[in-house]
């Protein structure tokens, strides 16, 4: 009788049934090396089909399966920690791209292409895409969904739920979920024909279904860009410029919030200059996009703003990008000094600095010799905090943040999930009624409870 590892080699070819742990550890261990895992072998389909072959033949072996998109998750989901004789499915493969529907705005792409391929290819056919994150190079757009990932275009675009026209999936039994009819590069721009299956697997994190193709809707390309890093006094005070920058300038497109202290690592990290000519407690970073150029609207609005200290602005490409570096080497720079433990927070906006200030007490009360690295997409009160030095005492550093954050009617994940790294606490955020209706979704979908065991739900007692 063929072994399961045959049998997955008759269907995606031996090469791409991996094995060897020199071969397996990069997709065992996750972008911060703070989850370890070790499946039995990954699998690398390349087509929906040999997916749905894969599935069915794990099914039949009642193994469990750990999808992977790009492995860029940062709450241990992606990783098959916990998880004995797991096949790791790695959707990398999947990674085509449709003719852009040019008239529509829309585009059906592998669940394994790259946000930044997505990106680049919506702009060759004069189209922009909507979801955009520092780790646009690895993450994939099945990883995307799966997390419901956010970033720095939230604001004007949405989640990746909201970039979501239409689905192509696969059970944990193999059988295929698609519209009925031909995919195509075409299809149907409206629909109201039930439950949206796009909108249900976005967020689900890879416990309902494998995702292998994903119908996305693009947004305008709007060349006429300007960027602004701000210096202001803290929080509440950014809070007070983005306010008046989005009631006055209509083409805002990100607000991003970072400190002395990060800025001061992403510096010694990477060597560059300070961004402003003054040094201050925190810096807003805005930018705004148009047809024509947004630059005197920007200065228009912050023209008289108490809270605006020295600003550098930025139109052209190298010099925008050398703006957003300050803010997207945080988490480089951070990860260079240890292994954080990441807590990806929101709050109610007007909470926003008692809740930052609180979150910071509570952890520095378990973990006294932490240091805490805090920044922030600022529209949506979304924290990103990263406790480095507390390895060791992860467990009592995320129990006493997510806490504070829940006693400020917060939620404990604004956009990276749940994943391994926080599915005890997901009754912070969940009702008891609402965790069991997502428990019966995922009992409907997963009976078996093969797909990503461990992920999103707290241990049954
Ligand atoms: C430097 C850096 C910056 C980041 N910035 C942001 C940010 O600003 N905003 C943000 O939201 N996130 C951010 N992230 C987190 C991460 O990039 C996103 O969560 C991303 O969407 C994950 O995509 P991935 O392909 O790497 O998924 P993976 O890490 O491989 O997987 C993530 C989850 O999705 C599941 N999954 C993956 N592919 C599929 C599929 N095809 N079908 C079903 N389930 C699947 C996995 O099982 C896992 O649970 C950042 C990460 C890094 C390293």
Redesign the pocket.
């Known amino acids: 009788v063929p072994s399961l590892a045959e049998r997955l080699a008759a269907i995606v070819g031996a090469s791409h049934v991996l094995t060897d742990p020199a071969l397996t550890a990069s997709y065992d261990v ?2 911060t090396g703070r989850f370890r895992g070790r499946a039995a072998m990954v699998v690398r389909p390349r087509s929906t089909s040999e997916v749905a072959a894969v599935l069915g033949e794990c099914a039949a072996a009642s193994v469990p399966v ?9 709450v241990g ?2 990783v098959p920690v916990g998880v004995p004789r797991a096949v790791l499915l790695s ?1 990398r493969r ?1 990674s085509w791209l449709d003719p852009v529907d040019h008239d529509a705005g829309q585009v059906w792409v592998g ?2 292409a790259t946000i930044a391929a997505v990106a680049g290819h919506a702009r060759a056919a004069g189209w922009d895409f909507g979801l955009d ?3 646009r190079d ?3 757009v ?6 419901n ?4 275009r939230v604001l004007r675009h949405g ?2 739920r909201a970039q979501v026209l239409g689905v192509e ?1 696969v059970l944990a039994d193999g059988r295929l979920v698609a519209r009925a009819g031909p995919r195509g590069a075409g299809g149907v721009v409206k629909e109201s024909a039930g439950y949206d299956l796009g909108a249900l ?1 976005a967020g ?3 416990t309902l ?4 193709a994903v119908r996305l809707r693009l947004v305008p390309a709007l060349p006429s860009r300007v960027v602004a890093v701000v210096g202001v006094a803290g929080t509440a005070a950014a809070q007070r410029v983005l306010s008046a920058v989005r009631r006055r300038v209509e083409g805002l497109a990100a607000a991003e919030l970072f400190h002395a202290d990060g800025l001061a690592l992403v510096r010694a990290h990477t060597g560059l200059p300070p961004p402003l000519g003054s040094e201050h407690p925190a810096y807003l970073l805005v930018e705004c996009a148009g047809q024509s150029d947004p630059t005197e609207a920007l200065a228009d609005a912050l023209d008289g703003v108490a809270e605006v200290g020295d600003a550098a602005v930025a139109t052209d490409p190298p010099g925008r990008a050398a703006l957003w570096r300050y803010r997207e080497a945080h ?2 720079a951070v990860g260079a000094l240890g292994v954080p433990v990441k807590l ?1 927070v929101s709050v109610p906006p007007t909470a926003l600095a008692t809740a930052e200030t609180a979150i910071r007490a509570a952890v520095l009360a378990v973990a006294p010799a932490a240091r805490l690295i805090v920044w922030s ?1 600022l529209a949506e009160a979304n924290l990103h905090v990263n406790v480095l030095f507390a390895e060791s005492l992860a467990e009592q550093v995320s129990d006493a943040a997510l806490n504070a954050v829940a006693a400020h009617g917060g939620s404990i994940s604004a ?3 749940i ?1 391994r790294a926080k599915a005890r606490w997901l009754s912070l955020t969940r009702s008891p009624t609402e965790i069991a209706v997502m428990r019966a979704v995922k009992s409907a979908l997963d009976p078996r409870g093969q797909l ?1 065991p461990g ?1 999103l739900f707290p241990p049954e007692d």
């Not at 099945?142 to 997390?147: K, L, P, S």
């Not at 279904?209 to 292998?212: K, Q």
């Open positions: 996750d972008w750990v999808p992977q998109g790009g492995n860029t998750g940062l989901g992606s959707l999947l669940a394994g994150f520092a780790a690895s993450a994939t099945g990883g995307a969904v799966a997390t990932a956010g970033g720095e989640p990746a999936a697997l689900s994190e890879g279904a494998v995702l292998t988490p480089e990806d997409h956009e990276h999930g994943g990503n992920a």
